[in-house]
C-alpha cells in the first residue's frame, strides 16, 4: 500500500520551501531608500519617485491628522 505521507512534494513546492521561490532562485532583495530596511514593494508618489516601503509608509487618518496638528496649523485663514 502506498503512504500517502512519504511522496515527494512537486519540485516547485520543494523550492518555495527552500527559497521562497518557484524557480529555486533567490529572490533579489531590494532595499528602500527611505528607511534602509529590506522590502518587497516601493510606494510611489504622482511623479513616480519612491517615497517609503511597506517597512515605513503607513497610512493616517486625515481628520486624526488634521485635529493632530491643528495648533500647528499655519495657514492663512
Ligand atoms: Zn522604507
Not at 67 to 74: F, G, I, S, W, Y
Amino acid at each position: 500500500m502506498m503512504d500517502i505521507n512519504n511522496i515527494p512534494d512537486h519540485p516547485v513546492v520543494q523550492n518555495m520551501m527552500g527559497t521562497g521561490t518557484p524557480d529555486g532562485e533567490l529572490a533579489t532583495e531590494h532595499i528602500c531608500p527611505k528607511c534602509g530596511e529590506y522590502c518587497d514593494f516601493f510606494y510611489l508618489d504622482m511623479d513616480k519617485e519612491i517615497v517609503g516601503c511597506e517597512n515605513c509608509i503607513a497610512m493616517y487618518d486625515a481628520e486624526d491628522y488634521y485635529l493632530e496638528h491643528e495648533e500647528n496649523d499655519d495657514r492663512e485663514e
